[in-house]
């Protein structure tokens, strides 16, 4: 198999949803672009202080000058006109634009929110532009950044007392992580606005794992949170009252098994498909990485019980093969060797089934076959 990309990596984090607004913005998200491209840190702060010294405010400048250039970046990544290196510098440039974005400490507070990635979400930069969007607004913010273990989350809470706490996750794959924070963080009495494309573009999956609120944008979230307090959350609950479909136990089983599936479909698929017997080992590592992703997931669609999960994943990653000159068709060998794997995991099999059937549907584009 050629190599998959990171599961919805840059569709879902690295750019960031696009955002209407003043038209002058678009003039100045150009100029970022240029010099996000070249790389040239200098120019990029130069922009946006330009901008600033041309009339534009700081929240038009994070949101649609930079937010609309982190946007871009998603989008030339995945049309295979940016390279990984040219994602992770240009991510780089855009966060020290936000630094010097920072307001003063404001002399009066609206009170006190904290905002935090969910635990193993490493997309910071949209929950960074919330962050930095609500201190401009009056709000004191204890940002915690990526990657926050709930643990850790829930012990903050205890020491700062936080009258909300605003969660961001880009990740479909982090939905079961999402789901505890929510519930460990409703259960000390703090309520929980969520945010970002892995709850879906119409905020479903908030929804469905009992987030008090949901927000499309740093903009609509920051507006929710100066139009009043949010719902009091309810009182501590199991997952499973949120996802009763969870009681048949498939997610955790499948999730327990991750490994050994990953293992004995790479194992199968080089005696299905003739063209890995020739891989070097960077290759099989890489193979195995792709499996994984596909694995990973098929588990989410059944921790939330949503086909269209997996079917999005599989149909987007065959965009990006296909803009690679890789045909979506390397995927379905796996999704069949899984299947024959999980004959016990009825869930499990109708959601690879419709996987097969979202790739079969798609237009077939020229190019080797496994």
Known sequence: MTSIPAPGHHRVGARLAPVPGDERAATWAAGLWNAVRAADEHAA????????????DAETVLLEVVGAVQHKVGVEWAANRMSVADEHAATAINERVVSSLSPARPAASLGRVTVACVDREWHALPARLLAETLRLRGWQVGYLGAQVPTAHLVSHLHRTGASAVCLSGSLSTRLPASHAAITAVQATGVPVMVGGLAFGPDGRYARLLGADAWAPD???????LGAGPLPRPRPPHQATDDLPHLTDQEFTLVRQSARTLVRETCKRLEARVAALRDYDEAQRERTAEDIAHIVEFLTTALYVDDSELFTGFLTWTGEILAARGVPAGVLLPSLELLDEQLRDFPRARALLREGRAALASRPRTAGPTP
């Not at 702060?45 to 534009?56: E, I, K, N, Q, R």
Request: no cysteine; charged share 25%; hydrophobic share 55%.
């Open 45 to 56: 702060l130069d922009t946006v202080s330009d901008a600033l010294a041309a009339g534009l």
């Open 218 to 224: 740093a903009r609509s979230a920051a507006d929710r």
